[in-house]
């Protein structure tokens, strides 16, 4: 696979500017020559053969020579909603997130985690899912979405298909095996809690709007481990 870069407009026509940390990496790590192929995508599900036409101090130059769709998405569109731990644990889920293929990443605040991330740290991770994104070979961004507290989630999701990792619940397989069996849903949203746990009432909460508790097996795992464990036993059936 050539080198990928992001393009944080839509590609339309025969030529794409590289500006930022894109044009940056490019020109001053890859140290970057006119006549150079590279790949770009632009998050819309294409990927774009492309040639360095000019390298600028801050800008590169390109003209585009082909476009092409590259499917690598999973057939079900998950919704990871978690309660975020801290900094580098944080980014790391995030990026084992994109490349598990999650759709979009809704953070939680919970009762025993009522951090709500600032905009400048959301932006970070969204920055995340674009490294992720060019390592993994995703062509769609996975979207991180306005924090949301626990308390309204429950109720405002759409997804038959609604899973929270709680341990105790009934065992995950045979849950994942009936919502996604035949293609069944398309769409599926994925719940995990705090440090400390989700607390009874969220739990009930949960519970009233519909919600199935699943358990990931004997262990207590961290946060992230059980995001990716949920992710992954997820993408396995697909
Ligand atoms: N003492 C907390 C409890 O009993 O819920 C442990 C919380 S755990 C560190 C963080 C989150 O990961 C939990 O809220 C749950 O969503 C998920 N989790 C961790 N281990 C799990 C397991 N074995 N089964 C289901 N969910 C689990």
């Known amino acids: 696979m050539a080198d990928r870069f992001f393009v944080d407009v839509p590609i339309a026509g025969?030529?794409?500017r590289l500006t930022g940390s894109e044009a940056h990496?490019?020109?001053?790590v890859m140290r970057a020559k006119a006549g150079q192929?590279?790949?770009l995508f632009d998050g819309s599900g294409a990927e774009f053969a492309a040639r360095i036409e000019r390298v600028g101090r801050a800008e590169i130059e390109l003209s585009v020579q082909g476009r092409e769709e590259v499917n690598r998405e999973l057939p079900v569109l998950i919704t990871l909603a978690v309660a975020l731990p801290k900094g580098d644990r944080q980014r790391w889920l995030v990026e084992k997130a994109t490349e598990l293929g999650a759709a979009r990443l809704v953070p939680l605040v919970t009762e025993r985690s009522n951090d709500r991330e600032s905009s400048g740290a959301l932006e970070k991770l969204?920055?995340?899912v674009i490294e992720a994104s060019k390592q993994c070979g995703r062509n769609r961004?996975?979207?991180i979405a306005a924090?949301?507290?626990a308390a309204s989630f429950w109720t405002g999701v759409a997804d038959a298909a609604r899973i929270v990792a709680h341990p105790g619940g009934a065992m995950v397989r045979g849950v994942l095996?009936?919502?996604?069996?035949?293609g069944k849903n398309n769409a599926i949203t994925v719940a995990v809690g705090p440090e400390g746990?989700?607390?009874d009432a969220e739990i009930d909460a949960a519970r009233a709007a519909g919600w199935q508790m699943v358990d990931l097996g004997r262990s207590i795992l961290r946060v992230e481990t059980a995001a990716l464990a949920l992710l992954a036993a997820i993408g396995a059936q697909g």
Do not use: I, K, N
């Open 141 to 143: 961004l996975m979207e």
């Open 126 to 128: 969204r920055r995340s």
């Open 14 to 16: 025969e030529s794409a």
């Open 147 to 149: 924090p949301r507290p």
């Open 177 to 182: 095996d009936a919502a996604l069996a035949d």
């Open 25 to 28: 990496h490019l020109a001053h």
């Open 37 to 39: 192929q590279v790949s």
């Open 197 to 199: 746990g989700f607390t």
